[in-house]
């Protein structure tokens, strides 16, 4: 079994920073991808960005390429969302979420695919 924390949510100005953090614990993480999705009022959940536990491989949604940056410290096995020039469409619950293996290329940005959820954390970007 795999529990998985967020914390690290709030109310941001447009244009501001935070910083999502999601506490693993439960077992080895060593071959999981470890992801970031997100979900707004009245839509679907969707990709945010995932990264490899082991290589640190990330890839991001083309919403919030070069704005949101994945990482992941495997001494204190947390994996962080550092989200920077948030904007009014960033408003959602945002969730972490495990994939164990074995898996294919695509599932890494499939939320049904994912195994472990986190509670979710509200994020809300005020204009």
């Known amino acids: 079994q795999v529990q998985l924390v967020e914390s690290g949510g709030g109310l941001v100005q447009v244009g501001g920073s935070l910083r999502l953090s999601c506490a693993a614990s439960?077992?080895?993480?060593?071959?999981?991808?470890m992801g970031w999705f997100r979900q707004a009022p009245g839509k679907e959940r969707e990709f945010v960005a995932t990264?490899?536990?082991?290589?640190?491989?990330?890839y991001y949604a083309d919403s919030v390429k070069g704005r949101f940056t994945i990482s992941r410290d495997k001494v204190k096995k947390t994996v962080s969302l550092q989200m920077d020039s948030l904007k009014p469409d960033d408003t959602a619950v945002y969730y972490c979420a495990a994939l164990n293996p074995p898996y294919g290329t695509r599932s890494i940005f499939d939320a049904q695919q994912y195994s472990y959820w986190g509670q979710g954390t509200q994020v809300t970007v005020s204009s």
């Open positions: 439960g077992r080895t993480f060593s071959s999981y991808t």
């Open positions: 990264i490899s536990w082991s290589v640190g491989s990330t």
